[in-house]
């Protein structure tokens, strides 16, 4: 038995490397895997070090404002506006970095990653309509056009070399007349098809595995954690593809139209399924309107400032230990600091509602992978790239806590006219977000490995109904 399955295996290599159509399959596969990795890998490297650069430059900055404070009180006469100043203008332009920790899956969802803004950039004015000089201005029409991510690369071009190396084993064989050779001299034909695509899916998978080293290996942060459970879930989805393309070998028809239905699957597994399952995810959870949103926004803005002077008087009533007594009015940026503190009670429940629809969007979406393979591949990409839903909306949860600490620091020495002593700069609110929820790839590597070894059964129980002639 060992010895038959070892010669099965060896003319089954034989077969597929001889093919020249198979190698070009194969190396086409690998050229694009390995230019995403590439691309993919540097991006993620600039992005840790960007992180890391950011860290650094905002503790050269914390130092300079020091010794800027240093040498307001060194002098002679005390300049009361130059020290407010001083100490609103650190609160308004250099807060502490406040951004998102990536997984040890970066290079997956790098893409999706920079899009979601990992890096958000809290102030005592608000972010929600005042901070667009943090934006980058950039075409929207490049973005789409883009290099995908290399999850995406992989989850998209993965079951088409399946299907360029599968889609016609036996229709090729009936068509030639030889298959009626191999059911004559084999009591279990089926096991040469099995064979075929068990070499075939190694054959992917290994070029999976090569791309996905190179690209983890360019992420200074990867973990071997995250790639594992990557290349469990890619080679998951190429076995997937493999039992599809066994259960198409059932069928009476040509080669050509067993490709033509393999693609068809495929366009309906990418595209097809996955927008009716967001689409069903956004009846069950709806995402607010962006109009009413906007709408909102404009009223508050509206609102706070035809209330300011009131505004900064109910601000002063109730912080009373923090008034001025020689100051009767007050002017820019004092009297404008309550208008956004009002502003801000409207706007940040409006946008973090947007998070938590699709943090409920996501988690609905969960249970239902196993429809589609590709949107499992992708839901466990952002989850190893720590992108997922659910982790951001606690991370923009964890940012609205810190942005509330900085205020909560900065704005009653503002508001006192007293500024930011020198001694006080240890005492800086920085941003940590330790507890941000990490959410398990588990059931989309078990929706993936599931759906393939449920079609691998249906395929041999096809087998030994019909006795292998088939």
Excluded at 32 to 59: I, K, M, N, V, Y
Aim: charged share 15%.
């Amino acid at each position: 038995m060992n010895t038959q399955f070892a010669l099965l295996a060896r003319f089954e290599i034989l077969r597929l490397v001889r093919n020249r159509a198979n190698g070009m399959v194969l190396l086409s596969l690998l050229a694009a895997l390995l230019c995403g990795a590439w691309f993919s890998g540097q991006a993620a490297r600039e992005l840790r070090a960007q992180a890391s650069q950011q860290a650094t430059d905002w503790s050269n900055i914390v130092k300079k404002r020091q010794q800027d404070a240093v040498a307001l009180q060194a002098l002679p006469t005390r300049n009361e506006q130059r020290t407010l100043m001083a100490a609103f203008q650190f609160a308004r332009d250099d807060p502490a970095p406040s951004r998102l920790e990536p997984g040890g899956g970066l290079v997956l969802s790098v893409g999706q990653f920079e899009l979601l803004s990992p890096s958000v950039r809290v102030a005592l004015e608000s972010r929600y309509s005042d901070g667009r000089k943090s934006d980058v201005i950039a075409n929207p029409l490049l973005q789409e056009l883009g290099l995908p991510d290399f999850s995406t690369l992989v989850l998209l071009l993965t079951p088409l070399a399946v299907i360029a190396l599968a889609y016609g084993l036996l229709q090729e064989e009936r068509e030639c007349g030889t298959w009626r050779l191999v059911c004559m001299h084999s009591a279990q034909p089926y096991r040469v098809i099995a064979m075929a695509l068990g070499v075939r899916w190694l054959a992917v998978s290994a070029v999976v595995a090569v791309a996905s080293l190179l690209a983890f290996g360019l992420d200074p942060g990867s973990t071997g954690q995250a790639l594992a459970t990557w290349l469990a879930a890619a080679t998951g989805l190429a076995a997937l593809w493999c039992a599809i393309a066994a259960l198409f070998c059932f069928g009476r028809v040509s080669a050509a139209a067993c490709a033509a239905g393999l693609l068809s699957l495929w366009l309906l597994a990418n595209f097809a399924i996955p927008v009716a399952l967001a689409w069903a995810a956004e009846r069950v959870h709806p995402m607010p309107s962006r109009l009413t949103q906007i709408v909102e926004l404009r009223l508050a803005q509206q609102e706070a400032e035809v209330h300011s002077e009131e505004l900064l008087a109910q601000w002063y009533q109730n912080n009373p230990s923090h008034s001025h007594p020689s100051k009767s009015t007050h002017t820019w940026p004092v009297s404008f600091i309550p208008r956004y503190l009002s502003q801000d009670e409207t706007m940040r429940p409006l946008m973090y509602a947007f998070d938590q629809a699709r943090a409920r969007q996501f988690e609905w979406l969960q249970p239902l992978v196993w429809l589609a393979p590709t949107l499992a591949l992708s839901s466990a990409a952002d989850q190893l790239a720590g992108i997922d839903a659910p982790r951001y909306a606690a991370y923009v949860a964890s940012v609205n806590q810190f942005e509330d600490a900085w205020r909560d620091f900065f704005v009653p020495k503002i508001m006192s006219y007293q500024g930011l002593a020198p001694t006080q700069f240890t005492q800086v609110p920085v941003f940590h977000a330790t507890s941000l929820p990490v959410t398990s790839p588990l059931p989309s590597l078990a929706a993936l490995w599931g759906s393939a070894c449920a079609l691998i059964l249906v395929f041999f129980a096809f087998c030994r109904r019909s006795g292998g002639q088939f």
